[in-house]
């Protein structure tokens, strides 16, 4: 993991490099905290996020790893696990705009600022989507994502999504170029001559 981290700084340091002379990297930024909140209930301990459009409308919410390389990184993108999808709809994504100061199990609904009414992406979630493991591109909205995300819908989706505490976490996958010359082994022993 540190490797990983110092060749992304490494490519983030020396900017985008040749594609002839470069590698694309992925790495990814586990979830530190998740929960779901609606106005009369939150929690942060179950082992599914709920999205919910329905009258009471239930959001679900992830903070990631502190990391500031997502704002140069080449593309990001959020990959979740959907455990299932009871009410087809529409899930969207949005930008928490200020970091989150209450305890997991204490995220209530109205301490999810997010940056703009307009999601960062949709996707549609039916029933060819449950169980399993969807990508959605942040790329465009990079720069936003330092303070976590919200998952929410208004379109009367219902759909469980895995948590952290589940065997399926989501994670935000930033990919970087790397030069070549940073992917560099170990040195050993010279071979025979």
Do not use: H
Request: no cysteine.
């Amino acid at each position: 993991m540190i490797r990983r981290s110092l060749l992304l700084s490494m490519a983030l340091l020396t900017g985008p490099a040749s594609p002839a002379f470069s590698s694309s990297f992925p790495v990814g930024l586990r979830v530190l905290r998740d929960g779901s909140a609606s106005t009369t209930a939150w929690t942060g301990a179950d082992k599914e996020l709920i999205v919910s459009g329905a009258f009471t409308q239930t959001v679900g919410w992830l903070e990631f790893q502190p990391d500031t390389s997502a704002r140069a990184a080449q593309s990001v993108r959020l990959d979740l696990f959907v455990r299932s999808v009871t009410q087809l709809g529409t899930l969207s994504v949005y930008a928490i705009s200020n970091p989150i100061a209450s305890m997991e199990n204490g995220v209530r609904a109205s301490d999810l600022v997010v940056t703009d009414k307009v999601p960062l992406a949709t996707v549609t979630l039916g029933a060819g989507t449950s169980e399993r493991l969807i990508s959605i591109d942040l790329s465009a909205s990079k720069s936003r994502l330092t303070d976590g995300i919200v998952l929410a819908s208004d379109d009367g989706l219902y759909a469980t999504i895995a948590a952290k505490e589940s065997g399926v976490p989501a994670q935000l996958v930033i990919v970087a170029t790397v030069p070549d010359s940073a992917v560099v082994g170990p040195s050993g022993p010279q071979g025979p001559q």
